[in-house]
T-cell receptor, first 112, second 113 residues
Framework: GQQVMQIPQYQHVQEGEDFTTYCNSS?????IQWYKQRPGGHPVFLIQ?????EVKKQKRLTFQFGEAKKNSSLHITATQTTDVGTYFC????????????FGTGTRLKVLA | NAGVTQTPKFRILKIGQSMTLQCTQDMNHNYMYWYRQDPGMGLKLIYYSVGAGITDKGEVPNGYNVSRSTTEDFPLRLELAAPSQTSVYFC????????????FGPGTRLTVL
């Protein structure tokens, strides 16, 4: 079945450093979403990418969708302590199903 | 709008007991989902529904049942609780189509002893 992997599993950075997490799917995706989950909280939607090679920015966050629509990345510039949490990607397969398969997540810790 | 609400917030069950996790959304969304999240792990899809009366299995459906008699409600039933079902359960909903977000509830933390 479809699998979605993320690397790294954990990342500790000093405040002000950049951070990147990568998401790789075993199958081609129709679209991919990114979520942030604060410790003890629930996932909160960040963005959705649909087109091959798409790049979207939200302030310090940059999201990319690969040309083959099998991988994606999230890059945070100049991390802040408020960026702490776990970042998940979630992919929807091209088979027309309505379900999303979540990645394994990257847990980010920002050291002040 | 309250969004997606889940009850209870916490529950401890004994092995073999049964319970229903409640999920309600007031956004008139067609699609609803149940996920489980084990400690330090990602979310696994248990069941989902594309509308009232329609449900389908996700990645890890064994040991669970669902029903969708109304647009608003999507309860998850555990029939014979096992320690392997200790997890945080999240319900989510989304409007429909292929380009929109999932809105998550606050979660139910379940422990089976």
């Amino acid at each position: 079945g479809q699998q979605v992997m993320q690397i790294p599993q954990y990342q500790h950075v000093q405040e002000g450093e950049d951070f990147t997490t990568y998401c790789n799917s075993s199958t081609t995706l129709s679209n991919i979403q990114w979520y942030k989950q604060r410790p003890g909280g629930h996932p909160v939607f960040l963005i959705q990418l649909v087109k091959s090679g798409e790049v979207k920015k939200q302030k310090r966050l940059t999201f990319q969708f690969g040309e083959a629509k099998k991988n994606s990345s999230l890059h945070i510039t100049a991390t802040q302590t408020t960026d702490v949490g776990t970042y998940f990607c979630a992919g929807q397969a091209t088979s027309g199903t309505y379900k999303y398969i979540f990645g394994t997540g990257t847990r980010l810790k920002v050291l002040a | 709008n309250a969004g997606v609400t889940q009850t209870p917030k916490f529950r401890i069950l004994k092995i073999g007991q049964s319970m229903t996790l409640q999920c309600t959304q007031d956004m008139n969304h067609n699609y609803m989902y149940w996920y489980r999240q084990d400690p330090g792990m990602g979310l696994k899809l248990i069941y989902y529904s594309v509308g009232a009366g329609i449900t389908d299995k996700g990645e890890v459906p064994n040991g669970y049942n669902v029903s969708r008699s109304t647009t608003e409600d999507f309860p998850l039933r555990l029939e014979l609780a096992a320690p392997s079902q200790t997890s945080v359960y999240f319900c989510a909903s989304r409007p429909g189509g292929s380009t929109d977000t999932q809105y998550f509830g606050p979660g139910t933390r379940l422990t089976v002893l």
